[in-house]
């Protein structure tokens, strides 16, 4: 069963958070980065992207730049712009975009659990990817950007949730993009000593966000474990930073495709191909081509927009054939646009959900031919192909809102 422990965490002085916490290092490039920082110099972003303190002609992966990393992190604390739990606690933190709210528990997860597969993945990782994390985790001797982590709700654990939550919250703000994050303490001795039990009792755990940052602490810690054989298990790099929700409040957006051509088809070779697995509707000038249920898929090209429907014999119940970036990618993507791998091939690119419609009709009318819009995974889809120890096709899931790095540090000292 799971092993979820509380943690002495480094955390934000109390007025600093909203100009620490940051988005994900990942969802920056070198130059959005660099932009960042200069906006807000205290951003978290500069010590999980330290090359934004060197001109572009230091190559991202440069020795400095992890050095300058774990400098710029310590000395952060040693200034006070961070202070450390005097005891393990729990925290609860509470996102809110749009009206709708998600709020889980920031902990320490256990490396065993992920080697065991208590904790499961539904993806895999790119070496090059990790390799980055490996070494900023390693030389910060400490974890910075919190895994996305998902478990089937627990009534015992929402219970003290709520009751902590009536109160004062630690951290109350709104980032720039407008979501609200607030922040609250599990610190009753008897409380703490009951979300570890909850958790124990829980079966299964899943990745939904931070496959990478997952395997670096994993690969980390493993690293230690080697260079010291004697190590008890007790150690904190036996444990990586989390942020724990219950499914019933999670929402996964729709993750849509665009594509540059139409593999040498003219449109209505295209057309009659995909006919033989989908059902084609033209929609009036002016409708949403976002799909509204499973199986259905918004097709943009040449400026209007089609509604797909896949035909039975296409369908599986099958965890990964079954979904439905599954059924575009065996019956539409390879086959009709030869697209083999769409992890690797040029022409196409994706789009995060939270664009909207429009991003996809801008990007067609700009750099590509034909985009596609997803119904969005579900939860319980992600549970059934991770239980089935299955790995979903890239870019099958994308979640909103994103935690905020800098709010939790966990230092593996």
Not at 346 to 358: P, T
Request: glycine share 6%.
């Amino acid at each position: 069963m799971a092993e979820i422990r509380s943690f002495r965490a480094y955390r934000p002085k109390k007025g600093l958070e909203q100009r620490i916490a940051a988005l994900p290092y990942d969802v920056y490039n070198r130059e959005e980065a660099k932009a960042e920082v200069k906006k807000e110099p205290l951003s978290f972003l500069a010590v999980d992207r330290a090359e934004t303190q060197f001109d572009d002609s230091v190559d991202v992966y440069a020795d400095c730049v992890y050095e300058k990393a774990r400098e710029m992190l310590w000395k952060r604390i040693e200034e006070g712009s961070f202070e450390q739990e005097e005891t393990p606690v729990y925290y609860i933190y509470e996102l809110v975009m749009d009206g709708r709210a998600q709020t889980g528990i920031t902990a320490c997860a256990s490396v065993d659990d992920y080697l065991n597969q208590v904790i499961k993945k539904h993806e895999n990782t790119r070496a090059d990817k990790e390799a980055d994390r490996i070494r900023h985790v390693d030389i910060c001797d400490a974890q910075t950007g919190p895994i996305f982590l998902a478990y089937r709700s627990q009534p015992v654990i929402n219970s003290i949730v709520a009751q902590y939550k009536e109160g004062e919250p630690l951290y109350d703000f709104i980032s720039p993009d407008g979501i609200a994050h607030r922040v609250w303490k599990i610190d009753g001795p008897e409380d703490v000593d009951a979300v570890h039990r909850a958790f124990s009792e829980v079966g299964e755990i899943y990745i939904a966000d931070g496959h990478h940052r997952c395997a670096s602490a994993v690969k980390v810690s493993e690293k230690r474990r080697r260079e010291r054989p004697g190590y008890t298990g007790e150690e904190e790099f036996n444990f990586f930073l989390s942020v724990l929700f219950p499914d019933d409040q999670l929402m996964i957006m729709d993750y849509n495709r665009v594509v540059k051509d139409l593999n040498d088809l003219t449109k209505e070779e295209f057309i009659g191909k995909i006919r033989e697995s989908f059902q084609i509707e033209e929609l009036q000038t002016g409708a949403d081509g976002r799909p509204d249920k499973k199986g259905t898929f918004g097709m943009y090209l040449d400026g209007s927009w089609y509604r797909l429907t896949a035909k039975e014999n296409i369908l599986s119940k099958d965890p990964v054939k079954g979904l439905d970036v599954s059924v575009l990618q065996d019956y539409l993507l390879e086959p009709v646009l030869g697209i083999k791998d769409p992890k690797t091939d040029k022409r196409i690119d994706f789009v995060g959900g939270i664009r909207g419609m429009k991003e996809l009709e801008r990007r067609v009318s700009e750099d590509c031919r034909i985009a596609f819009a997803m119904y969005p995974t579900s939860i319980g889809e992600l549970f059934a192909v991770a239980d089935a120890g299955l790995l979903m096709p890239p870019k099958s899931t994308w979640f909103e809102p994103k935690l905020r790095s800098g709010l939790f540090i966990h230092s593996l000292q």
